[in-house]
């Protein structure tokens, strides 16, 4: 399993980025995919998942109504598309996947929300 992170940068407050995640190694299609995020002395916070069969979504409070977790089953993609950041979403973001029980997530990309 390998799940690779892009798109991450510095971005200023408002402003929007659109991170990917290209998965391989495993049948995507099948699998749920989330995205975490955790930042310099906080805990790994959950943002948003996307199940596998019905593409139902979560997300964190914290991110509702600014954040867009999408699939393409096709490419073995996910995306989080993030409008209106603050410098409170600075972080890395990672995207993970459970396959037969082990976790496995991507080395993450940073965003940095600044003026």
């Known amino acids: 399993v390998q799940l690779v992170e892009s798109g991450g940068g510095l971005v200023q407050p408002g402003g929007s980025l659109r991170l990917s995640c290209a998965a391989s190694?495993?049948?995507?299609?099948?699998?749920?995919m989330s995205w975490y995020r955790q930042a310099p002395g906080k805990e790994r916070e959950l943002v948003a998942v996307?199940?596998?069969?019905?593409?139902?979504?979560n997300y964190a409070d914290s991110v509702k109504g600014r954040f867009t977790v999408s699939r393409d089953n096709g490419k073995n993609m996910v995306y989080l598309q993030m409008n209106s950041l603050k410098p409170e979403d600075t972080a890395v973001y990672y995207c993970?996947?459970?396959?037969w029980g082990v976790g496995y997530r991507g080395q993450g990309t940073q965003v940095t929300v600044s003026s």
């Open positions: 993970r996947a459970v396959v």
């Open positions: 190694g495993f049948t995507f299609s099948r699998y749920a």
């Open positions: 996307i199940t596998s069969a019905d593409g139902s979504i």
